[in-house]
């Protein structure tokens, strides 16, 4: 064809979060892949390991035992990449070598007692509880006045730098706040003044009309692939009401953000039929930084996989270099999830 | 200790060229690391390999077939991202959905007949050959008006998703200015304007004096591990004189980068005792956009290995949701690739 068509031209996309642009490149699929092919990680894990530092009741590093838990289960991470003691201070020579100490909190979250069972195969209300556990520690990581930012997020899969199964989330909060954070809220606070609205809400709504890149939606959830999806499988979950973090959640919308949960990550496990890798966060307002109206809630899905189980996406060369870049249309991914059976491949049951 | 210092306590790192933050965490290699193993790549491969698509002679995907070459040779990628024929368009949907046609060219360099040496184990005089290619591509593609930036790159291991072992760069041509480039754009804008000198120039003096972040030095490159590295082993060379793209440098300078890429290259293949996988580029001035006179002309190695030949650095959850994290000190690594010795570890004496 020969007018500007989004599905087969490559073209520039628009992230309106964080104001920069990814490169689309429809066609480039075509070409056969002769590179690194992943071995597939086991997947034959039994419901509890003796030797696993987050299974219940068994020891950590720092030589404590942890508790029989029969729920989920939250402590400081042994080896926290922030520390709450870090003295204060700051270097700049000829504004050229510039540092500042920093410090926080890194905290580990598991999941549930079973080792062998990831959010897609957790009951529903086992995620509910996870998401309440996320917002009580939410609520005492803010409590602290020196505590600006609060990351939640779940690294999974050993493809994606998971370095324990037992499925496990994460949580740095510390005294500033992160790039993607700083980005977010610099766009949202500009839409957010011109428009008395905040930028996802009316993002949404576009969204719904158009469908093309919904996956799922329930009464207060919507989970869709973005417009300016960056990884092949991307994808957000944004809440339809406008609240600024995981602690505004009503019990009614913790169920609802639970059971959209466990649709997509059923959807992408049942995409290749393997435990599917990502990392996942939520993005939230900043903390003890004033009243951050123009905040909306939202949670970010970074798969790798590109072509199959075991065939990535590199974002390499042109990518660190230049700007991102994806292989397939946001819109086609959309399709792809949209068709996937909600019933896990699995078909465990539970 | 109690006051703040660099070595111990983790703390954010300013990179002057992008603007943003970088989070180290001193302290934190001290973890056990019971994550992912990646393999080692086969490292036997032959002088001339039949059905490699770059090696001379031989067929490629389009059914021509390369010449007979002998030093390097270049060419337009049979699986092209970006593409001349881009029908011109924009696309906006109530400012929420834009998008924006894109065009350009993608071209390949194999540095040599030789299908079995990296960078690592060419001759100086090979390695001159590329640049000169490398200044012949530059000056060609920004004869075309449209084009607004070249990228020039090279993805080295599978790791890094080279889906070819035979040693090969990539340029992208396009009719935009990515992301990274506008970001450097900007900050050495700013400098310059200010300063009247080039950001680079003075960063430069400040490095050399405190010497602590220097790998390798000649009359013309140095290469150094900048102050606010992300990845493990991350360096920068950067030419002493202000040049502002590959095409200003003298038959002088072109040797004096080639020893200086061949000095950083064997010293990483060292390092690990492996080919050693890394994306590289040239950094420098968008072309057909004016005069640019604060471009600083410089290549960034973004090497992903940090403990080992088989365990890398994962930029993932917290990397990916809130900004860049590294786990020992520039310095530190700086130190290490200064203490590699200058004769590749094979010792093929060529
Ligand atoms: O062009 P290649 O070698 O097929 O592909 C490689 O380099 C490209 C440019 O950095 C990346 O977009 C691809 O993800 C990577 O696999
Ligand atoms: O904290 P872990 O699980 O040991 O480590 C993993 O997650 C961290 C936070 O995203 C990353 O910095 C590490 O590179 C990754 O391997």
Not at 181 to 205: A, M, W
Not at 210 to 234: M, T
Not at 339 to 347: D, F, G, L, T, V
Request: glycine share 4%.
């Amino acid at each position: 064809s020969t007018s500007f068509d989004l599905n087969e031209h490559p073209h520039t996309r628009l992230n309106i979060l964080t104001g920069e642009w990814v490169l689309v490149s429809p066609h480039r699929t075509k070409r056969p892949w002769q590179g690194k092919v992943e071995s597939l990680p086991a997947d034959n894990r039994p419901q509890h390991d003796p030797v696993c530092y987050l299974c219940a009741g068994n020891e950590r590093a720092d030589g404590s035992k942890n508790p029989d838990y029969t729920t989920n289960f939250a402590f400081t991470n042994d080896y926290s990449a922030l520390l709450p003691d870090t003295p204060v201070g700051e270097i700049s020579i000829d504004g050229l070598l510039k540092a500042e100490s920093q410090s926080g909190v890194c905290r580990v979250i598991a999941f549930s007692p079973r080792h062998d069972l990831t959010l897609a195969e957790l009951e529903i209300s086992a995620i509910k509880g996870i998401i309440a556990l996320w917002a009580q520690e939410f609520k005492t990581l803010s409590e602290n006045p020196a505590i600006k930012h609060i990351q939640i997020f779940e690294n999974k899969g050993d493809i994606m730098g998971c370095s324990n199964p037992h499925p496990h989330g994460q949580i740095w909060a510390q005294n500033s706040i992160p790039l993607e954070i700083h980005k977010e809220t610099v766009n949202q606070k500009k839409y957010f003044q011109v428009n008395g609205r905040s930028l996802l809400t009316d993002y949404l709504k576009v969204e719904l009309k158009e469908k093309k890149r919904i996956v799922f939606e329930n009464d207060n959830f919507v989970v869709l692939v973005p417009f300016w999806a960056v990884w092949p499988y991307e994808t957000m979950i944004i809440s339809k009401r406008q609240v600024r973090s995981v602690l505004e959640f009503t019990e009614e919308e913790q169920l609802d953000l639970a059971a959209a949960l466990k649709n997509l990550t059923v959807r992408y496990d049942n995409l290749f039929q393997v435990s599917f890798p990502y990392s996942a966060g939520m993005h939230q307002m900043p903390v003890n930084d004033g009243d951050h109206a123009e905040w909306h809630w939202h949670m970010h899905f970074y798969p790798p996989l590109l072509r199959s189980a075991t065939i990535k996406k590199f974002m390499v060369g042109y990518e660190m270099l230049g700007n991102a870049q994806r292989d397939i249309t946001p819109e086609a991914a959309a399709e792809t999830l949209r068709n996937q059976p909600e019933i896990h491949y699995k078909n465990k049951n539970i």
